[in-house]
């Protein structure tokens, strides 16, 4: 069965210092990777994901997630953080498996970035 | 581009009352899912249809949950009968076509409170 961790249920973050927001996974094949986020009230809005090829992703927003195969983890990271980033993240993680490929979510991270 | 609509946003009913849901997907977009999402927990998808056909139902609770796409674009779930710990957000995302690469867009999402 496959699984998504987020360790850190809340991250807090100065503005303008970098931020990094980890993720983990388990799966039996090869990983289709995500990050969501998501606002007060809002749906969850895609920010980027990793099918194949570039290790390093970039997205939405400043953001980008490195693929670290051996050490099966997707950090989401942002140079510099702004306080309208705050917000509710979530790591998400698709794998064939029985024929479908449903995906898992984790639990998410709560990003806080101080003024 | 329009994005995916959901309604009604929030919902309380009674415990073993019915409810139904609505989801209108982004113009063309072949794929819908339902999730449900649990308060402190990530998404749970519930069912994911390609065009008006059941991709994959497998972790929908049939003896209380349904849903349909009749015409291969709104859909609506239901509910019957409602128990407490169906209690969550219910979101409605689209994407393109089925592949579990493709970007998926989600809903504002159905806040339910059952009592």
């Known amino acids: 069965a496959q699984s998504v961790a987020q360790p850190e249920d809340q991250v807090n973050v100065a503005e303008g210092n970098p931020l990094t927001v980890k993720c983990t996974y388990s799966?039996?094949?090869?990983?289709?990777l995500f990050w969501y986020v998501q606002y007060p009230n809002r749906g969850l809005q895609f920010l980027l994901k990793?099918?194949?090829?570039?290790?390093l992703v970039k997205g939405s927003y400043g953001f980008e997630a490195e693929f670290n195969k051996s050490q099966t983890s997707f950090h989401l990271k942002k140079p510099s953080a702004l306080v309208s980033d705050s917000a509710l993240y979530f790591c998400a993680v698709s794998s064939r498996s029985g024929g479908s490929y449903i995906p898992t979510f984790g639990r998410g991270t709560s990003l806080i970035v101080h003024p | 581009e329009a994005g995916v609509a959901q309604s009604p946003r929030y919902k309380i009913i009674e415990k073993r009352q019915s409810v139904a849901f609505w989801c209108n997907p982004i113009s063309g977009h072949a794929t819908l899912y339902w999730y449900q999402q649990i308060l402190g927990q990530g998404p749970k998808l519930l069912i994911q249809f390609q065009n008006n056909g059941v991709v994959d139902d497998s972790q929908l609770p049939k003896d209380r949950f349904s849903a349909e796409r009749l015409k291969g674009v709104d859909s609506t779930l239901k509910i019957q009968p409602a128990k407490l710990e169906d209690s969550a957000v219910y979101l409605c995302?689209?994407?393109?076509?089925?592949?579990?690469?493709?970007?998926?867009?989600f809903g504002p999402g159905t806040r339910l409170l059952v009592l």
């Open positions: 799966v039996s094949g090869n990983p289709y």
């Open positions: 990793y099918i194949t090829g570039d290790n």
């Open positions: 995302a689209s994407s393109l076509s089925r592949g579990w690469q493709e970007t998926q867009y």
